[in-house]
């Protein structure tokens, strides 16, 4: 059964650091992974999918790269914003099968001006 | 572009009252749906999912039941509520198919439920 981590599970910083979010997962086999943001009270909002394939993917300042043989993803967001303040999920879905996304519990950020 | 609705945004209800929660997409056509329950300090739980119309997969066995009468619309339903039932319910959909980009998966606003 597919495991998904998401370390640490709250995070506290000043404005204009370059940040680094983990993933990390059990099961290898995995077809992609999608990173979410979500704020308080509102719904999950897509940042970034990376295929099995791939080993990053950029938009703006988010970078997600993915090391499929160690189990690991992670999400780099430069020069942060208190604008970036919510909760970063990550989602991963396995070979084969319906498409049902394992969700880690997310890492709650919270950007100081 | 597709546009994903919910609806209530909010809704307080007895315990043992029926309970119907609705969602629609727009813009596309035989999307993947799917109902998830976010509970207060725990995480992101699958409820049902669908690939077609009539056509519901349960995950997890609770007093909770999905149907999906037309294409782009899947609702969810309780005949009677209990305390437990209570969190933050978010639908969501993505096109059937591939994995990598254009096919993420794509949330709703979400209802929250307060089951009294």
């Known amino acids: 059964k597919q495991e998904v981590t998401q370390i640490p599970a709250a995070l506290s910083v000043p404005e204009g650091e370059n940040l680094v979010l983990n993933c990390s997962f059990t099961?290898?086999?995995?077809?992609?992974l999608q990173w979410f943001r979500q704020d308080p009270g509102k719904g999950l909002t897509s940042l970034l999918l990376?295929?099995?394939?791939?080993r990053e993917q950029t938009s703006g300042r988010l970078n997600a790269s993915l090391d499929k043989s160690s189990g690991r993803s992670t999400l780099y967001i430069a020069a942060s914003q208190p604008g970036d303040s919510a909760t970063y999920l990550c989602?991963?879905?396995?070979?084969?099968?319906?498409?049902?996304?394992?969700f880690g519990r997310g890492t709650s950020l919270i950007v100081h001006p | 572009s597709q546009t994903i609705h919910q609806w209530p945004a909010t809704l307080v209800q007895p315990v043992g009252s029926p309970l119907s929660l609705e969602c629609t997409v727009e813009?596309?056509?035989?999307?993947?749906l799917y109902w998830y329950r976010q509970a207060a300090g725990r995480g992101l739980q699958l409820l049902f999912y669908?690939?077609?119309?009539?056509?519901i997969s349960s995950e997890v066995p609770q007093n909770l039941s999905a149907s999906r009468p037309q294409d782009r619309q899947f609702i969810l339903s309780s005949k009677k509520l209990l305390l437990s039932d209570s969190g933050f319910y978010l639908c969501?959909?993505?096109?059937?198919?591939?994995?990598?980009?254009?096919?993420?998966?794509?949330f709703g606003p979400g209802t929250r439920l307060t089951v009294t």
């Open positions: 969501a959909w993505r096109r059937p198919g591939g994995g990598g980009p254009g096919y993420e998966q794509y």
């Open positions: 099961d290898s086999a995995i077809y992609n």
């Open positions: 990376i295929q099995s394939s791939q």
């Open positions: 989602a991963v879905r396995r070979t084969g099968g319906s498409y049902i996304p394992t």
């Open positions: 813009g596309t056509s035989n999307p993947n």
């Open positions: 669908s690939v077609g119309i009539g056509q």
